[in-house]
C-alpha cells in the first residue's frame, strides 16, 4: 500500500520555541495532506486540509498563525508549531490521498510533541 | 456531515469472532465507508473500504445493508495483537477532509 512517513516521531522543546513537522508521500504524489491532532484517549482531530501550491483550510478554532502548514511539493507537507506552549502537547498525525474521491487515507506513522 | 456512533469499547477472547457495528444515519449516496484500526502512539491503518454489500480481504470482512445506515466490520478469529482502536469513517472526498470526521472509535480488548 502506499506509504506515508513522518519526521521526527517524536520531539521535547521548551516552551516559547517552534518545532516543525514534516509529512512525506514517499511512493505517491498526494495533492491533498490532511494533518490531525489528538489527545491521549481521544478520537483524532482534523486540524487543517493542505493543499499543494495553495493556502492550507484550517478547521473552525485552529489558529492559523499558530500553526503554520506549507505544502510546498506534491510529496511533502510540513507543519510547524511556532511559539509552542505545554497546552500544544499532543500527537500530530498527517495523511494523504492518492488523489481518489472513495475516502481511503494513507496515515503517517505520527509524532509526538512535548513541551516543557 | 455524516455522523458515527459506535460502541466505545467491547472485550473479546483469542480465536473469536468480533462484529464492530457502526452507525451512520444520515449517510449520503456519494458517500463511502471505511475502517480503520489504530495502535498506541501510532497513525491509524486502512482495514477494509466499500459502498454496498459485502466486501471481503485478507483480514476482514465489511457488511453493509441495503439501507446503508449501518456497517459492521467483522474480524475473524481474533488474536491479541488486534487489540486496538477502530474507527468507522463515513465520507466522500471533494477536495475537504470535512467530510471524513473521525468518530470516538471502538476500543476493542482481545483477552487470553
Known amino acids: 500500500g502506499a506509504v506515508v512517513s513522518q519526521h521526527p516521531s517524536w520531539v521535547i522543546c521548551k516552551s516559547g520555541t517552534s518545532v516543525k513537522i514534516e509529512c512525506r508521500s514517499l511512493?505517491?504524489?498526494?495533492?491533498?495532506m490532511f494533518w490531525y491532532r489528538q489527545f491521549p484517549k481521544q478520537s483524532l482531530m482534523l486540524m487543517a486540509t493542505?493543499?499543494?501550491?495553495?493556502?492550507?483550510?484550517?478547521e473552525q478554532g485552529v489558529e492559523k498563525d499558530k500553526f503554520l502548514i506549507n505544502h510546498a511539493s506534491l510529496t511533502l507537507s510540513t507543519l510547524t508549531v511556532t511559539s509552542a506552549h505545554p497546552e500544544d502537547s499532543s500527537f500530530y498525525i498527517c495523511?494523504?490521498?492518492?488523489?481518489?474521491?472513495?475516502?481511503?487515507?494513507?496515515f503517517g506513522e505520527g509524532s509526538r510533541l512535548t513541551v516543557l | 456531515l455524516a455522523k458515527t456512533t459506535q460502541p466505545i469499547s467491547m472485550d473479546s477472547y483469542e480465536g473469536q469472532e468480533v462484529n464492530i457495528t457502526c452507525s451512520h444515519n444520515?449517510?449520503?449516496?456519494?458517500?463511502?465507508i471505511t475502517w480503520y484500526q489504530q495502535f498506541p502512539s501510532q497513525g491509524p491503518r486502512f482495514i477494509i473500504q466499500?459502498?454496498?454489500t459485502k466486501v471481503t480481504n485478507e483480514v476482514a470482512s465489511l457488511f453493509i445493508p441495503a439501507d446503508r445506515k449501518s456497517s459492521t466490520l467483522s474480524l475473524p478469529r481474533v488474536s491479541l495483537s488486534d487489540t486496538a482502536v477502530y474507527y468507522c469513517?463515513?465520507?466522500?472526498?471533494?477536495?475537504?477532509?470535512?467530510?471524513?470526521?473521525f468518530g470516538s472509535g471502538t476500543q476493542l480488548t482481545v483477552l487470553p
Open positions: 511512493d505517491f504524489q498526494a495533492t491533498t
Open positions: 466499500g459502498y454496498k
Open positions: 469513517l463515513v465520507g466522500f472526498l471533494s477536495g475537504s477532509a470535512r467530510q471524513l470526521t
Open positions: 493542505s493543499n499543494e501550491g495553495s493556502k492550507a483550510t484550517y
Open positions: 444520515n449517510i449520503a449516496t456519494n458517500d463511502y
Open positions: 495523511s494523504a490521498t492518492r488523489g481518489q474521491n472513495t475516502g481511503e487515507l494513507f
